[in-house]
């Protein structure tokens, strides 16, 4: 089971050290910390809560197509829609780098007393559709598109679909079995979340 890290420490990466900034949130399979990157960038630093090193070479093998299949003439913009893990290392505990994202969750945002006009409503699921049908265009499924998972700019113009931690390749079974109660296709409610 990973630790939990403060503000300052420091995690010697593959490529330098990071330096953790906050802790940014928690989900079933990671503990997630913005940090500062060798080069001083803020990044996401995902902790893998159940340590494997061959469920992180799937998520950078699933990136990898993500990128190859936005190549694609025609769908170069829609790599802006997402956001994929580009670096895993080991340094006691199994870490997953991803691009920070500021900003807030749809969930957030979808809050009683919160409001989204029409038109930005329209964008966001323009956006998330997108990033998915990337998904699919690379031969994957995200299986974890809920409003926990899209995150957008103050301003809701900026919209990203987060976390590949559970995607696999289509018409296949899923090497990481779960899903997210309420947002699983039926033919996925079989499975243990």
Not at 2 to 30: A, C, F, M, N
Not at 136 to 147: F, I, K, M, Q, V
Not at 154 to 170: K, Q
């Amino acid at each position: 089971m990973p630790v939990y890290y403060s503000r300052q420490d420091k995690i010697r990466g593959s490529d330098g050290t990071y330096v953790i900034l906050e802790e940014h949130g928690e989900g079933g399979q990671v503990h997630v910390y913005v940090a500062l990157d060798p080069q001083g960038n803020k990044v996401c630093l995902k902790v893998l809560i159940l340590p494997d090193a061959a469920h992180a070479a799937h998520q950078l093998k699933c990136a990898q197509m993500l990128e190859k299949a936005a190549l694609t003439p025609g769908w170069e913009h829609a790599r802006n829609y997402l956001v994929a893990p580009y670096r895993y290392f080991v340094d006691g505990d199994h870490f997953l780098v991803e691009p920070y994202i500021e900003g807030q969750t749809l969930a957030y945002r979808l809050q009683p007393d919160k409001r989204i006009p029409y038109g930005k409503a329209r964008h966001i699921l323009k956006a998330v559709t997108l990033a998915l049908m990337l998904f699919e265009r690379a031969g994957l499924a995200h299986r974890d598109a809920t409003p926990n998972n899209i995150q957008l700019s103050e301003n809701l113009e900026d919209v990203v679909l987060l976390d590949t931690g559970l995607a696999g390749e289509l018409l296949r079974a899923p090497r990481t079995p779960g899903f997210t109660p309420g947002y699983a296709p039926p033919n996925s409610t079989h499975m243990r979340p």
